[in-house]
């Protein structure tokens, strides 16, 4: 609370912060921690395991259907398999290694010293964990869903499909639905009102954007999902008919709130993985990204016009012909803001001097592999050729073409540019480029001739084939690409575990980048930054020389804010300091409250109301616990 | 509540700067927390009103279908005046604190929650289980679309009513003055919320089979 100190004033500075943020070792500390980064780090690590469970059940599948009448799996088994292939890579893995990568990045960015809601953002963790762990244990009874990822009514009703698999299905993803929207709202107050001082709206960075872009589509996308799949909770277990066409319910209701979440989920898990792309690109070819009011506004018009497509996943159902002709439009129209942003792409890299360091392969890995599904998505716009192709497997690959691309591909280049950020060591280069051309030749040799095939007849979602169409040796293909991809990733796994403790020393600013996270030490410490940046460009650290000494001084603009565990608010607008914020300290409460609900979805599950009852009680005494008043912290 | 240093300023490490230590409204991070968890939540009703007319007019021209009488009017619109109403004293509350006044607060909560536990009796107490004896969720989609949609919204109201009730016991600890009553503020934007959803509840449910 007192004036800069004479002398060495950054080494006395973060003398006083690391007292402040700073945590000590131990469970205690593990299981309460707020930290953003520890988190982040969390949510990725949980997103990677959860990867891993979903490309072993792929690489069971492909090995099913590598030729015609295997007998490797029963169909039971492979139903399970791809429903929770579908389910884990979306909501198990893409949505968290995404919001991983924004809870560790964003704060740093934008030059907070945490996020909003940092109790909120350990209690999104865990409960994400929880549902997962919820979700998987199914599979230990034997009864892992098994309807598909979007499991279509009326073969999810409990007549035709008794078992609990769907119970698990219903109550996980309104478990998850918990976690993703407490996330999506601290995203959203955090990019408002946490920007370090001078960081206007035309200065944010296009992660952050995407980040931002990604949480609001989560606000207004989830409910359909939750509440689809509470109605079809109430349906299977007190006998409501919302999806009972015997007692006027109407199984379509099921596939219009599944896609009014499920369209704009496939921009929920891109628009981050776009912002990767933005975020990695400059730093490589050494410029500022060409047309960054175009892209900003190209991702936001993505967002908002991908809630109005949902029913181009439903052309082969049979609505009016008028309903197609409006959807089919809005479908084609949602190509010219994401082809925007892939021009702004390709202009940076001609422009600039790329280096084609493993970071910036996969972002051309994933601009090509993403224009290839982005492609065959216009010609899934147009009716008649969807219908020809409906549950195909051209289906299949255009999916994988369009998330593989825009999430995975991103990921894993997010991996080798920030992970040296978050290790505070490199990742080898060679086994870099050996992990990225093994996963780019692989994918593309597994799902390429999956359009073929679809065109040639094969379903999606069969156990297995006969022989003799034709079908056997673009499968064989498919599987051997699905190995060779499965390598690369474990290439860059294998790299990454190996790197974190024997890699060579990072630095602070190993690549020269352009935003704030390089402003920080390698790993950050606790508080973040030394001081609290003023902001006065959209490069900060290629146009600020004075932050390259990791602490902007006073009077260029750097706040120290020693007087507590503090951050700064700021205006939402032009980020005008406007008050100093006391945050929250750790807590066990997070942690608490997400076992009370983990045992209020089991006791749901099994129908135990007393249980139920007692949980819900819990919860509500965790809640009260977290938000007990305590001297000078935010009320909140 | 222990004592609190009396602190209206913090020192940023700028020679000079000094920011202020509570932020209300728009300022706070807690205020915007609120505005997003209702937008959330008002996007999960539009959806539930959305899919009751989506299986109304599935349904076809008979609605409510055949054994079912239209709904009676008396006794929502008796429900509807006190709900509204709470929402008076809650403002009261709100506003009141503001200005430190720690009376109007008190009182303005305990009033409104007052007429919202009243209301919550008339929902679960009197209305359904006069609507049981006619049909239940399970006889067909009405009775499904009638009990989910007024227990979403009875649900809420009873969220609304633990909050109020744990706001209640700070604030006859002292716990809020002019500077500091976030809480009070959220507790109020939510509750005006739940009182807003229930006009739309009363039109699709109440008023549109009249139609």
């Keep these: 609370m007192t004036a800069i100190p004479e002398g060495d004033w950054r080494a006395e500075v973060k003398e006083r912060l690391e007292a402040i943020w700073g945590e000590a070792p131990g469970l205690g500390s593990w299981i309460a921690t707020a930290d953003h980064k520890r988190i982040g780090m969390r949510y990725l690590y949980t997103a990677m395991a959860f990867f891993a469970l979903g490309g072993l059940q792929a690489l069971l599948m492909r090995t099913q259907l590598a030729d015609a009448r295997l007998e490797l799996l029963d169909p039971e088994t492979y139903n399970q398999l791809f429903s929770m292939h579908g389910i884990t890579m979306m909501f198990l893995f893409a949505m968290p290694a995404l919001s991983g990568f924004g809870n560790y990045f964003v704060p740093l960015m934008i030059g907070a010293r945490d996020m909003a809601f940092p109790r909120l953002n350990a209690f999104g963790y865990w409960t994400l964990l929880a549902a997962g762990i919820f979700l998987y244990s199914s599979f230990l009874v034997g009864n892992a869903p098994n309807d598909g990822w979007f499991n279509y009514v009326p073969l999810a009703n409990r007549e035709f499909t008794p078992g609990i698999n769907i119970d698990f299905y219903v109550l996980g993803l309104i478990f998850l639905g918990i976690s993703s929207t407490g996330g999506a709202i601290n995203f959203i107050v955090t990019i408002l009102k946490l920007r370090a001082p001078g960081m206007t709206l035309i200065r944010i960075p296009i992660f952050v954007w995407g980040e931002l872009a990604m949480a609001l589509q989560i606000i207004f996308a989830l409910p359909a999902l939750s509440l689809a799949a509470v109605?079809?909770?109430?349906?299977?277990?007190?006998?409501?008919?919302?999806?009972?066409?015997?007692?006027?319910?109407?199984?379509?209701?099921?596939?219009?709130?599944?896609?009014?979440?499920?369209?704009?989920?496939?921009?929920?898990?891109?628009?981050?993985?776009?912002?990767?792309?933005?975020?990695?690109?400059?730093?490589?070819?050494?410029?500022?990204?060409?047309?960054?009011?175009?892209?900003?506004?190209?991702?936001?018009?993505?967002?908002?016009?991908?809630?109005?497509?949902?029913?181009?996943?439903?052309?082969?159902?049979?609505?009016?012909?008028?309903?197609?002709?409006?959807?089919?439009?809005?479908?084609?129209?949602?190509?010219?803001?994401?082809?925007?942003?892939?021009?702004?792409?390709?202009?940076?890299?001609?422009?600039?001097?790329?280096?084609?360091?493993?970071?910036?392969?996969?972002?051309?890995?994933?601009?090509?592999?993403?224009?290839?599904?982005?492609?065959?998505?216009?010609?899934?716009?147009?009716?008649?050729?969807?219908?020809?192709?409906?549950?195909?497997?051209?289906?299949?690959?255009?999916?994988?073409?369009?998330?593989?691309?825009?999430?995975?591909?991103?990921?894993?280049?997010?991996?080798?540019?920030?992970?040296?950020?978050?290790?505070?060591?490199?990742?080898?280069?060679?086994?870099?480029?050996?992990?990225?051309?093994?996963?780019?030749?692989?994918?593309?040799?597994?799902?390429?001739?999956?359009?073929?095939?679809?065109?040639?007849?094969?379903?999606?979602?069969?156990?297995?084939?006969?022989?003799?169409?034709?079908?056997?040796?673009?499968?064989?293909?498919?599987?051997?690409?699905?190995?060779?991809?499965?390598?690369?990733?474990?290439?860059?796994?294998?790299?990454?575990?190996?790197?974190?403790?024997?890699?060579?020393?990072?630095?602070?600013?190993?690549?020269?980048?352009?935003?704030?996270?390089?402003?920080?030490?390698?790993?950050?410490?606790?508080?973040?930054?030394?001081?609290?940046?003023?902001?006065?460009?959209?490069?900060?650290?290629?146009?600020?020389?004075?932050?390259?000494?990791?602490?902007?001084?006073?009077?260029?603009?750097?706040?120290?804010?020693?007087?507590?565990?503090?951050?700064?608010?700021?205006?939402?607008?032009?980020?005008?300091?406007?008050?100093?914020?006391?945050?929250?300290?750790?807590?066990?409460?997070?942690?608490?409250?997400?076992?009370?609900?983990?045992?209020?979805?089991?006791?749901?599950?099994?129908?135990?109301?007393?249980?139920?009852?007692?949980?819900?009680?819990?919860?509500?005494?965790?809640?009260?616990?977290?938000?007990?008043?305590?001297?000078?912290?935010?009320?909140? | 509540m222990q004592a609190r240093k009396e602190l209206t300023v913090a020192e940023t490490g700028l020679p000079g700067e000094v920011l202020p230590e509570h932020s209300e409204g728009p300022r706070a991070f807690g205020w915007w927390g609120m505005v997003w968890l209702i937008a959330t939540e008002a996007t999960l009703f539009s959806l539930l009103f959305g899919s009751y007319f989506y299986l109304r007019f599935r349904y076809g021209p008979i609605w409510p279908p055949e054994g079912i009488s239209k709904p009676d009017l008396v006794l929502p619109l008796v429900m509807t005046a006190i709900l509204w109403s709470s929402s008076i004293p809650v403002h009261i509350a709100d506003a009141g604190i503001r200005k430190g006044d720690q009376g109007r607060l008190r009182w303005g909560l305990a009033a409104g929650s007052m007429l919202g536990a009243v209301f919550l009796f008339m929902t679960v107490g009197v209305e359904w289980p006069e609507k049981l004896r006619e049909f239940t969720p399970a006889t067909n989609v009405y009775g499904s679309l009638f009990f989910t949609i007024t227990g979403f919204h009875a649900a809420h109201v009873l969220v609304g009513l633990l909050v109020s009730l744990w706001t209640q016991v700070w604030a006859w600890r002292g716990a809020f003055d002019e500077r500091r009553h976030l809480s009070v503020q959220n507790f109020a934007m939510y509750w005006h919320f739940v009182d807003t959803v229930w006009a739309f509840v009363l039109a699709t449910i109440y008023l549109s089979p009249h139609l």
């Design chain 1, 231 to 636: 109605l079809l909770f109430l349906d299977r277990t007190f006998g409501f008919n919302f999806y009972d066409a015997a007692a006027g319910g109407d199984p379509l209701l099921w596939q219009h709130l599944f896609w009014i979440f499920g369209h704009p989920e496939v921009y929920i898990v891109a628009l981050p993985g776009f912002g990767i792309a933005s975020a990695i690109i400059p730093t490589w070819v050494r410029r500022p990204m060409i047309g960054y009011t175009y892209i900003v506004i190209g991702e936001l018009a993505v967002a908002l016009v991908g809630f109005g497509v949902w029913v181009h996943h439903m052309f082969a159902v049979g609505l009016p012909n008028i309903t197609y002709s409006f959807i089919a439009l809005a479908s084609f129209m949602v190509a010219i803001p994401s082809a925007i942003q892939v021009f702004a792409w390709l202009a940076t890299l001609v422009a600039g001097r790329p280096r084609l360091a493993t970071p910036l392969l996969f972002v051309l890995g994933f601009i090509i592999i993403f224009v290839v599904g982005g492609v065959t998505g216009v010609m899934f716009a147009s009716v008649p050729f969807d219908q020809a192709t409906t549950d195909s497997y051209f289906v299949v690959a255009h999916l994988h073409y369009v998330l593989v691309g825009s999430a995975v591909f991103p990921i894993f280049g997010a991996l080798y540019h920030w992970g040296p950020k978050m290790t505070g060591r490199l990742l080898d280069a060679r086994l870099g480029k050996v992990s990225f051309w093994l996963m780019f030749v692989g994918f593309n040799v597994a799902f390429f001739p999956q359009h073929t095939l679809g065109l040639l007849g094969m379903p999606r979602r069969v156990y297995t084939y006969e022989a003799g169409l034709g079908w056997e040796s673009h499968n064989l293909a498919s599987t051997i690409g699905a190995y060779l991809l499965g390598l690369g990733i474990l290439v860059t796994l294998v790299n990454w575990y190996w790197s974190k403790a024997r890699g060579v020393p990072a630095g602070d600013d190993p690549w020269l980048g352009e935003t704030l996270e390089w402003y920080s030490t390698s790993p950050p410490a606790h508080y973040n930054f030394t001081t609290i940046p003023t902001v006065r460009a959209r490069e900060p650290m290629w146009d600020q020389l004075e932050l390259r000494g990791g602490a902007q001084p006073p009077e260029e603009g750097g706040r120290t804010l020693t007087g507590g565990h503090l951050t700064l608010s700021t205006s939402l607008l032009d980020g005008r300091p406007q008050a100093v914020v006391h945050m929250p300290q750790a807590s066990p409460w997070p942690f608490i409250l997400s076992l009370t609900l983990m045992a209020f979805f089991y006791a749901l599950l099994l129908q135990v109301w007393v249980v139920a009852v007692v949980a819900v009680l819990a919860s509500a005494a965790a809640v009260a616990g977290w938000f007990w008043p305590r001297g000078q912290t935010q009320e909140t």
